[in-house]
């Protein structure tokens, strides 16, 4: 697969995409907006939007800047041209991060999260993940929870109090020929590879965010512990 970072002018900010370019043979599974679910893919693009994004029709404004043919599309505010990279042995993986509102996954009914106004607010945390053999679709569901969890624990041990943020996306692409493999979890062969890969990238990422931002590590928000 081929990684390219482009730019574009929008609302008045320079704002960068990252277009992976799978090419023939290739389906992916998906939680984004554009080509999600499990299908071909040719291309997946992770593009940036400006801050306070609040667009009511993401989808078209992902295709007005998508390649032809079938794909995969995720809108974030994180800097796309920050974006880190991984690889173990064969899968590779590309990451944007950004942690303005770390939230764990269960928190208490009616518990107000900033990261949910407006309604379309992209994803914060966007992973990419190809892996350059056949699958199941069990499988790839199983290497969705893989990526999760390996997310899940560089934040924690980066020492963020939170699983991600509201808004994440994933997908996981593979070839569509060959034997798939049965199995995606982080002790399975090629899920191994996925969750060390994803963990490196969010990980840097991370540091990386950290930086740049000047922040400390945020205060936990309301958990089920709180209760």
């Known amino acids: 697969m081929r990684l390219g970072l482009s730019h574009r002018e929008e609302d008045g900010a320079r704002l960068a995409s990252l277009l992976w370019e799978c090419g023939p043979g290739w389906r992916a599974i998906s939680s984004a907006m554009l080509g999600g679910g499990i299908g071909p893919v040719g291309w997946v693009l992770n593009a940036q939007v400006a801050g306070g994004y609040s667009r009511m029709d993401p989808v078209a404004h992902l295709l007005e800047m998508a390649p032809p043919g079938p794909g995969v599309g995720m809108l974030t505010a994180a800097a796309v041209d920050r974006f880190t990279t991984a690889a173990d042995g064969g899968v590779e993986v590309a990451a944007t991060v950004g942690l303005r509102v770390p939230t764990w996954a269960a928190a208490p009914e009616g518990t107000p999260d900033p990261e949910l106004a407006p309604m379309y607010l992209p994803g914060t945390i966007n992973i990419v993940v190809a892996v350059p053999v056949a699958m199941t679709d069990a499988a790839l569901v199983n290497a969705v ?72 590590v945020p205060e936990p928000s309301s958990g089920l512990s709180d209760m």
Do not use: I
Not at 149 to 154: D, G, L, R, V
Not at 200 to 211: C, E, I, L, P, Y
């Open 145 to 216: 929870m893989t990526v999760t969890e390996a997310k899940t624990q560089a934040l924690v041990e980066e020492g963020f109090p939170g699983t991600g943020t509201a808004s994440d996306a994933v997908c996981v692409a593979v070839r569509e020929e060959g034997g798939a493999e049965l199995f995606g979890g982080p002790r399975s062969a090629w899920g191994a590879r996925v969750a060390r890969a994803v963990h490196n990238a969010v990980r840097r990422g991370t540091r990386d965010w950290m930086d740049r931002s000047g922040r400390a």
